[in-house]
Structure formats: C-alpha cells, structure tokens
C-alpha cells in the first residue's frame, strides 16, 4: 500500500541554524507530495505542495525537491526561527475520485532562541 | 486562508454512547473528509464524502461509524456506539475538487475521550 516515511522526532535546533527533515515515500501511482505544517491547538495546514516530478515547491524559507527517481521530498530550511516551532508532516495524495492523503508520523520541531 | 471549524473541540463519553462530531466546512467546498489521530501516532484517512454519498471508507471506518451532510449543514461523524479505542483526535477536512493536486483545507480537531 502507500507509505510515508518521515525523520523521527522531536528534533531540536537553534535559531538560525539549518534544518533537514527527510521524507520518503512508497506508491504505485504518480502523487502529488505536500509539506503540512501543524501548531498546537491547531489542524495541519499546507505548507506547501508538487505535483510533478523534479519540480521545487517552497514557502516561508522552507522548501523541497519531488524526486521521483529517489521516492524523497526531504524539507530543508537554511536558518530557522523560535517560531518554526511545530510538527511538520510530509504527505502524498493520488486523486482519483477519493483524495485520500497518506501523512507520514510527523516530526516535531523545537526551536531554541 | 479558508477556515473549517469542528464543534466541540473536546468531548468525553461513556463508552457505549452515541456521539456525534460536527465539522463546518469551506463555504463552497465540494468534498469533505475524516481523518482519525491516535496520540503519538500519525494521522489515518477515515471516509471521504461527495455528493451526499461515501466515495471511500478505510478500514478503520467500523460499520459504528456513519457520515452525512443534510442540506448543506453541518458535515457529521456519528459514532453508535462508542468503544474504547475511538479515543482519539478526529480532523476534519474539505477540498474544492477530488484530484491529486487540490488542497485539503484541515480543522482544528475534536478530541474524543471514550470512558
């Protein structure tokens, strides 16, 4: 079946300093990757999505290629900031008539000033 | 951005109860969806919804569980009746159209406790 695979967390890093969050996924059809971002008390909201292969997608500093050869859609941000703080989840979707998105665990995010 | 509201943000329940969660969807969003949270675990599609009609169910969407959206309400998740292992976060989300490519818009979630 479809599978997200994700950096485990929590990681924690200082301000300023760069982020890598790896992500790999496993599907038979050609998806569609997205970036969601969650904060507390809150739903995940997109960060941000490619749905063509090779393609960059980017928003807010962060961003991440859609390697199809790879199967990987690893998020990096070159300095981040206390209020990066969050969960970041790396998810496929396949369309079709359904839409089902396939969310890998999660990883936790925490940004010390 | 679009907001989804859901309604309540907490509820506890005997186990055995009905419960019913409520989602306010993106005004002119077309498809509508659950997904279920476990602490510590990562969030699973539960049913997808279209059209008055489930256009995909999971398997952990348990013949207890029914979704409907009369007239243009509320979107519903019931649970009747409830079991231990329903605690968890429930998330509701809509989407414009059914692709790959379009965005889920997600709501803050109701945390369900069964007792």
């Known amino acids: 079946g479809d599978s997200v695979t994700q950096t485990e967390g929590p990681v924690t890093l200082s301000e300023g300093t760069s982020l890598t969050v790896n992500c790999s996924y496993e599907?038979?059809?050609?998806?569609?990757l997205f970036w969601y971002v969650q904060y507390p008390g809150e739903g995940p909201q997109l960060l941000f999505k490619v749905p063509k292969a090779n393609e960059k997608g980017s928003n807010r500093g962060f961003e991440a290629t859609y390697n199809k050869e790879a199967t990987s859609f690893h998020l990096q941000k070159a300095s981040v900031q206390e209020s990066d703080s969050a969960v970041y989840y790396c998810a496929l979707s396949k369309g079709s008539n359904t839409n089902k998105v396939v969310f890998g665990t999660g990883t936790r995010l925490q940004v010390l000033p | 951005g679009p907001k989804v509201l859901q309604i309540p943000s907490h509820q506890i329940i005997d186990m055995g109860q009905m419960v019913t969660l409520n989602c306010d969807p993106v005004?002119?969003?077309?498809?509508f969806y659950w997904y279920k949270q476990i602490l510590g675990q990562q969030m699973e599609f539960l049913v997808n919804f279209y059209n008055g009609k489930v256009m995909e169910k999971s398997k952990l969407f348990k013949d207890q569980f029914s979704v409907e959206r009369p007239d243009g309400s509320y979107f519903t998740l019931k649970i009747q009746p409830t079991a231990l292992e329903d605690s968890a976060v429930y998330f509701c989300?809509?989407?414009?159209?059914?692709?790959?490519?379009?965005?889920?818009?997600f709501g803050p979630g109701t945390r369900l406790l069964v007792l």
């Open positions: 005004s002119n969003h077309l498809y």
């Open positions: 989300a809509s989407s414009l159209a059914g692709g790959r490519q379009d965005t889920q818009y």
């Open positions: 599907t038979k059809q050609y998806p569609t």
